[in-house]
């Protein structure tokens, strides 16, 4: 029998949760527990978005929580550096061990000492919050946190004002939905069941991805554009909306800035020249313009997927374009949606406390090119040589891109590193110590969302297992022993989950449901109003112009942009594999075993050039590294284009590698951020035994 959480007489509880993976869709979680132990983990069925269910990865949460290889000790290590052998140490050996290093360090200049995390857990608590107020009192150095989204979001802000957009359960009444550049299906599962909620509703789903994935393949079109021609695309369908006279006029001198100027740039982008760019048919493109011109309401589902290029930003604010070009907008059903974490009123000062910094200004280190920069020595322009790296809640050495320079760094001899974690991660594998964190049913949260609009608690289910500490636990030691004695650092998880959103957000309500609606209108652009400097849908950003930049979006080619090297003649992607997310999950056997091997997706045509079978080796190489996986010869992959699903932990490779060997550390347009799907490789066949 099943009772509440708040019945202590029976056995068997419920508790509500969060999913705390960097997923729009931030699942409202209940989980089972009988004895202390987690049984079950189940969706939230009260919550709407949810609906009950679950992906398959998190259904297996109780299984990675209990798994064999869990890190239940604080270790330290015992041999070469990244050999991966540890022997267990004492809590308190360990911290005091690690304050007296850092303090050391911190003494000649603390910005030597480098912090390094990213969305593990997207808990304000667990990952921003004692973690950055230890950093900002140290005075370490700062992190530009861009491996993901930072492209996307700077095109964003320069065109709608920030991460802002549709409300996504009302996608559910539109009558074309564009999904771009986003697999929903493998990582936004629960928008595609809305989609498929328009689709009975008579809705056509058009999905534009250089992939055939199992998204696209469910759709009523496919558009399989070249990788990083999206803007391209997106001017072409301005172009047709403009000559065909498919605009809403009166929005577009009402709520709009820049029109002349962008109608002059769309005019050169006939569906002609697009197609040329990009590589598909040009009737396809009319008809794309021909249904988004005519079809009202009309929706665009973007993700991230299509800002890992050079020209991210752009083409994400040549496609925010669109909406405020038709007037879809005025629909709550129209308009786009990329992100909606924009939309929430975290109280991020109260939480991360910059005021410790007492006026220093540490430098900033990019994430993305911390391969680069660990092999940087001590210069004016760079401030001192990193000398003491403290990663949680992140794998860098399976996902930062260009691993050889990313493992020449961490290999350092003379780099002091603590890395906190529930595995023995690739990036754990070169720790100097390695602490054991908590997982979601073992700590308090409360968290944001970006693919809905809910604020969502959570609840520890059961006790730290092992001697697992939180991150915020482990700092708040580590400020106590080196000396920290501000009472910030003294609050408890608790105390923080409530200053996330101090009074924006009734905490009774989150601790009685596990989920509070922010609210707001449902067509929130339907009037303008857009959160930009002019209140107005940017199509020329001043704000850029300023920066002597492009003040409209337009089309950048890639850094690496297929077809233009004859010694790499194929351009690389590698989008996230359905039962990973990003490099978690790698190490759950049942997962894994679905996923099969580290794979490359070839297209029958390219595969017969090279002589290559499916299930055979190849080696995938371009100036940066060489990488072995099976080719999977499938027309998933279009011609030109090879598609390496991420993010296998480089352990689980043939050579001890993966992907990343072959991405590169040049960075977006605006945000910079990675280039990840920017990449142009050769593939040769190559049997196992060589
Ligand atoms: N199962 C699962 N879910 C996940 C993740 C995961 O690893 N696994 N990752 C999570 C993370 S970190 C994020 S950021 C979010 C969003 O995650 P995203 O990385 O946006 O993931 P996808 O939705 O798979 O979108 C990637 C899609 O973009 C396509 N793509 C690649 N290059 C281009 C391009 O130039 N143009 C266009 N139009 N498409 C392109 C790829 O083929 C792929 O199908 O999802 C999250 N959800
Ligand atoms: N080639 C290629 N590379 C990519 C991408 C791609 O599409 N292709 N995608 C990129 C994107 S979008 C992203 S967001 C990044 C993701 O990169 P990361 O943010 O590094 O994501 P994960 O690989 O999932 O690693 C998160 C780690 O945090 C740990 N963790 C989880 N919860 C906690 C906690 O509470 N405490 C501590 N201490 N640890 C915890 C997990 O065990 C896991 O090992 O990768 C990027 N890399
Ligand atoms: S990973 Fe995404 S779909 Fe899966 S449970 Fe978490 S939030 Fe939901
Ligand atoms: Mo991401």
């Known amino acids: ?92 050996e360990a911290l005091a061990d690690i304050a007296a290093r850092l303090g050391a360090i911190a003494a000649r200049d603390p910005q030597a000492i480098q912090p390094y995390s990213y969305a593990g857990t997207m808990g304000l608590v667990q990952g921003e919050s004692m ?50 550049g986003s697999n929903s299906i493998g990582s936004n599962l629960h928008f595609w069941r809305i989609a498929q909620q328009a689709k009975r509703g008579g809705a056509k789903l ?24 999206d803007a391209a695309l997106a001017l072409a369908l301005m172009h047709e909306l403009i000559t065909h006279g498919w605009l809403d006029h009166d929005y577009i001198t009402r709520h709009t800035v820049g ?71 005025r629909h709550r059903a129209g308009g786009v949606l990329l992100s909606s974490s924009g939309q929430f009123p975290v109280d991020r000062a109260a939480l991360q406390r910059p005021d410790l910094l007492a006026g220093r200004n540490p430098r900033t ?45 961490f290999a350092r001899e003379d780099l002091f590193t603590v ?38 608690l959570n609840q520890p289910a059961i006790a730290p297992l092992g001697q697992a500490r939180s991150n915020t636990q482990i700092f708040r030691e580590l400020a106590a022993r080196m000396g920290f004695t501000e009472p910030c650092f003294q609050e408890s998880d608790e105390q923080l989950c409530r200053q996330a959103y101090g009074d924006k957000v009734d905490f009774n309500r989150l601790l009685e449901q596990g989920f509070a609606p922010l609210g707001g209108p449902d067509a929130p652009f339907a009037e303008g109003g857009f959160p930009t400097p002019s209140g107005r849908c940017e199509f020329f950003s001043e704000r850029l112009a300023a920066q002597g930049l492009d003040g409209l979006p337009g089309h950048v080619p890639n850094h690496e942009a297929a077809g233009t090297s004859t010694q790499y003649p194929l351009a690389m992607i590698s989008p996230p594999a359905r039962n990973f997310l990003n490099s978690t999950f790698v190490n759950v056997k049942s997962l894994r075993d679905i996923e099969g091997r580290p794979l490359l997706e070839i297209h029958p045509q390219d595969a017969a050039a090279r002589g290559i079978q499916d299930g055979s080796v190849v ?57 990840f799907y920017d990449c142009v490789v050769q593939v040769e066949a190559r049997p196992e035994s060589q």
Request: with cysteine.
């Open 1 to 92: 029998m099943l009772h509440d959480q708040n019945s202590s007489t029976t056995t068997a509880r419920q508790v509500r949760g969060a999913c705390p993976h960097d997923c729009p869709d931030t699942c409202a979680l209940l989980t089972t527990v009988e004895n202390g132990v987690a049984t079950r983990v189940q969706g939230n069925p009260a919550h709407a978005q949810t609906g009950g269910v679950l992906c398959a990865k998190v259904s297996k949460y109780p299984e990675r929580t209990y798994h064999a290889e869990r890190i239940l000790t604080p270790r330290r290590r015992n041999g070469p550096k990244g050999s991966g052998q540890f022997t267990p140490v004492g809590w308190d």
């Open 131 to 180: 973690d950055r107020r230890f950093f900002h009192r140290l005075g370490a150095s700062l992190l530009h946190r861009s491996i993901c989204a930072t492209a996307g979001g700077e095109g964003l802000v320069h065109t709608l004002g920030g991460k802002v957009g549709m409300r996504v359960e009302f996608f559910a009444e539109s009558k074309l939905i564009l999904i771009w």
């Open 206 to 229: 058009v999905c534009i991805d250089p992939r055939k994935s199992e998204t696209a393949e469910k759709c009523h079109e496919h558009i399989q554009l070249l990788p990083g021609t």
């Open 259 to 329: 029109w002349e100027r962008l109608r002059e740039r769309a005019l050169q982008w006939p569906p002609e020249r697009t197609a040329q760019v990009c590589g598909v048919p040009v009737e396809q493109i009319r008809q794309l313009a021909r249904d988004y011109g005519t079809t009202q309401p009309a929706a665009i589902r973007l993700n991230y997927g299509m800002q890992r290029v050079h020209g991210g930003a752009n083409a994400v604010r040549a496609v925010a374009c669109l909406p405020a070009l038709t007037g879809a907008w």
């Open 365 to 409: 280190i990019n994430m993305v090119t911390i391969g680069d920069d660990l092999l940087r020595e001590a210069s004016p322009a760079f401030g001192p040589k990193i000398e003491a790296l403290v990663v949680y809640n992140s794998n860098p050495v399976a996902v930062a891109p260009d691993s050889s320079k990313v493992v020449q760094g």
């Open 419 to 456: 890395v906190l974690e529930h595995f023995q991660t690739d990036t754990a594998d070169y720790a100097d110590y390695l602490l054991p964190a908590t997982t979601q049913l073992e700590h308090w949260d409360v968290h944001v969302a970006y693919g809905h609009t809910d604020v969502l």
């Open 619 to 675: 080696r995938v190489f371009n100036g940066r590294g060489s990488y072995r996986c099976h080719a999977h010869v499938s027309e998933r992959a279009r011609p030109g284009v090879v598609n390496g699903l991420g993010i296998w932990w480089r352990k689980y490779g043939l050579d001890g590698n993966n992907v990343n060997q072959l991405t590169s550390q040049a960075l977006t347009d605006l945000g910079q951020g990675p280039t």
